[in-house]
């Protein structure tokens, strides 16, 4: 028996009307923006496009009332990511702390926690980054070093947090700190805290060019930096439970197939102009590819929606996803041997572009190829 | 799982698991059509789970079916279980009496004149063995006899017969019903499809119980990671598979022949999974799955075999991709929203 169990999913039909008022917001939204910048979507930051989303109700959609959330279904919600995605809207600034900071505050924050942060969150005014790689621990998320040390009122931190995208706009940080220095406690001692990167002294934000020669991640440095007692999140020595549980969150969405849509479109538009076999046959593939990927993401949409978790299912969606975005741009050479441009070139060359670079990422970023493919492993009883 | 599916689940592979042996499968692969399993297979109502229950069958949906289709190709049943199930179903369409007996799929070219039916089909599964055959011709469902006809046994790479099948003035019912021209290719496609979701479910299955099994040096294989993401490849396969040839399954349930986008969609799915599949299975299996003696090759030389059956994958990718791009770039989003 397969170990994991992807159930058919149907969206109610009352989510059509949602889905009919996000198109017809995204289409005069993003009527000026240019190919290039939609195929970033949730790389792409913008406050006034966040702060918009909040004031339609499209941020915590599934969250309490009483935290500014708006107690709709998880398929409500799918519905506003997957078009999001699809049109590629710049939903970057909120994405993070809608997707799983949020949620995590939901399930292991405090009262005071909760009542401060998440009706900002869901207006589209503040913002989360994710503070778990560090130089020396990357898939081997327990190796954190990063101390947090206890002192009068709190804790001191001291280390370094890498590849943190959206830092530098970020309002906060959910950061991943050593709270036990002891070798055996190298899971137990880990705790999770909720960091002020506006307030606190002693945290240093330097930017890190990728590839493309963008800066969307960064370096952040902990100097004897102070973090209050009140903005631990859940249990002192309760990290690697909670960060497990943040995962599957940040694993389950529908940007783990979604992101290099943007490409699959303006390739269908380019080979629109000529005629052949050979190109109708790649697209009918990645139709049929897409197809599937968005029914297994509805499965597992399905599973949040019930309650249950998803987080093997949601391993499966982003290998299987990263394997056919990362094919996109190599079945679109082969097909109409394009230049990838930056900064010139029509949209399709941009388009080619931008994400040629970019998907190599997607099996490295919210976990590796390699970790994913190891989690599944233990499912199947391998390990 | 419904009611019914969960009865169908139980019956199906109750029964398949415990006499679909190698022995068994071994004898068809020589020619011996296996008739006692073949006769509880009718027994149990696994040809008739389309056809309404006030003809004697199941009045299932395609989504019930899916289930029986899956599971004769996760255990191999060396039998044209699938074609009779989908040329009942034919027959229910046109409101034609479901007859007892092997009913095979004719997929040729033939001729209907005064009540009788001429022609002639290529790699009719299990021809040799059917009493009869069901063709589509004209928009018309006929039930044929293959009483007289000349048969030229043949066979797929899996053993199975894939006879030529050739009739002059055969006995035939035929009537009207509300097919799409392309009826037998289609539907005859989301059968295998289902097939092949079977199979590669077995292959994910089998090879993690061979990996735990077999010891190299020194622990079971299955624990050096370089198997086990070979393993999680083979499995998210499966698993893809399995989903879509449900949604094709349910989407037939939903719209009739409207559902050939997803059809089309789970047969060129599982056309590419079955060449990851099987490669990564053999590597799995080392030299003992390339012999006769070990079962895997069963499974492996159907979904070779299948995924070339009813169109292969390429034959329906050039159709939906030629759809595609007519429908222009920006209506596939909402197309694919729509289902």
Redesign the interface.
């Known amino acids: 028996m397969q170990p994991f169990r992807f159930d058919l999913c149907e969206l109610p039909g009352e989510t059509e009307g949602l889905r009919q008022e996000i198109r017809a917001f995204l289409a005069e939204e993003l009527k000026h923006v240019p190919k290039v910048t939609r195929a970033q979507t949730w790389s792409g930051s913008d406050a006034e496009f966040s702060r918009k989303m909040g004031a339609k109700g499209w941020i915590g959609m599934t969250w309490p009332k009483k935290y500014g959330g708006h107690e709709r279904s998880f398929f409500d919600r799918y519905v506003m990511l997957e078009e999001m995605l699809a049109a590629g809207a710049p939903v970057g600034a909120h994405w993070i702390g809608d997707r799983q900071s949020g949620p995590l505050l939901l399930r292991f924050g405090t009262e005071e926690q909760r009542q401060k942060i998440l009706p900002r969150v869901a207006k589209g005014e503040c913002y989360f980054c994710i503070g778990m790689s560090e130089p020396d621990s990357g898939s081997d998320l327990a190796a954190t070093r990063t101390r947090a040390e206890k002192v009068d009122g709190g804790y001191k931190v001291n280390g370094t947090k890498l590849w943190t995208s959206g830092a530098h706009h970020a309002h906060y940080m959910i950061a991943l700190f050593r709270t036990d220095f002891a070798p055996e406690a190298k899971h137990s001692g880990l705790t999770q805290f909720l960091v002020d990167l506006k307030t606190t002294n002693g945290i240093t934000i330097r930017p890190i060019k990728d590839l493309a020669g963008n800066a969307h991640f960064n370096e952040v440095v902990f100097e004897d930096a102070f973090v209050p007692d009140s903005m631990m999140v859940g249990t002192e020595g309760g990290g690697w439970g909670q960060v497990t549980a943040e995962l599957a969150f940040e694993r389950s969405g529908p940007e783990r197939y979604l992101s290099s849509f943007m490409l699959m479109v303006e390739m269908i538009r380019e080979l629109g102009k000529r005629d052949g076999a050979e190109g109708a046959r790649e697209v009918g593939r990645l139709v049929a590819h897409l197809v599937t990927l968005r029914q297994m993401s509805l499965s597992v949409a399905g599973m949040l929606e019930k309650g249950e978790n998803p987080a093997l299912e949601a391993s499966v969606v982003k290998d299987l996803g990263a394997i056919f975005e990362q094919d996109m741009p190599v079945r679109a050479h082969e097909l109409l041997g394009t230049a990838p441009t930056v900064g010139e070139g029509n949209d399709y060359e941009q388009v080619l572009g931008y994400l040629t670079q970019t998907v190599p990422s997607f099996s490295l970023r919210g976990g590796t190829r390699e970790i994913l493919r190891g989690i599944i492993a233990r499912g199947l009883g391998l390990r | 799982m419904n009611e019914l599916q969960t009865i169908l689940s139980d019956s199906v592979d109750g029964l398949l698991s415990e006499r679909v042996t190698k022995v068994l499968v071994q004898k068809a692969e020589e020619g011996e059509f296996p008739a006692t399993l073949w006769n509880e297979v009718e027994a149990n109502g696994l040809t008739r789970v389309l056809v309404p229950e006030e003809q004697g069958g199941a009045g299932g949906t395609w989504a019930d079916a899916a289930i029986v289709l899956k599971a004769a190709g996760e255990h191999v049943a060396p039998l044209p279980l699938a074609e009779a199930l989908l040329a009942n179903w034919f027959l229910t369409q046109a409101g034609i009496e479901v007859p007892d007996g092997v009913t095979t799929l004719l997929d040729g070219d033939f001729t209907l004149e005064g009540g009788k039916l001429s022609g002639e089909a290529k790699n009719v599964p299990w021809g040799r063995d059917a009493a009869r055959g069901v063709a589509i011709v004209k928009g018309q469902v006929i039930l044929a006899s293959l009483d007289g006809a000349a048969i030229e046994p043949g066979i797929n790479v899996a053993r199975e017969p894939r006879d030529c099948v050739t009739l002059k003035g055969a006995t035939a019912t035929a009537k009207k019903a509300a097919l799409p021209g392309n009826a037998m290719n289609l539907y005859g496609a989301l059968i295998r499809a289902c097939q092949m979701a079977g199979a590669l ?1 077995y292959l ?2 089998q090879s ?1 119980a061979y ?2 099994e077999r010891t190299q040096f020194g622990k079971p294989i ?2 050096f ?1 370089a ?3 070979q ?3 083979l ?2 396969q ?3 598979c ?3 040839t ?2 094709a399954c ?1 989407q037939v349930d939903k719209r009739g022949a409207d559902a050939a ?2 059809i ?3 047969k ?2 599982v056309d ?1 999974a079955s060449s990851v599949a099987t490669s990564i299975a053999h590597q799995v299996h080392g030299a003992i799955g390339f012999t006769y003696e070990h079962g895997l090759h069963f499974a492996t030389r159907r979904l070779w075999s299948w995924r070339a059956e009813f169109g292969a ?2 034959d ?7 759809e ?3 429908a ?3 209506a ?2 909402p197309h ?2 729509a ?1």
């Open positions: 479910g994910s299955t993690v990996a735990n299955g624990k990671q198997i086990q993401q393993l999680a490849v499995s998210t499966a698993a893809a399995g989903v879509i449900d949604h349910a986008f997803e089309a969609a789970a060129i799915r590419d994958g390429r329906w990718a050039e159709t939906l991709g030629r595609t791009i007519a222009g770039a920006d596939l989003w694919v929203t289902r």
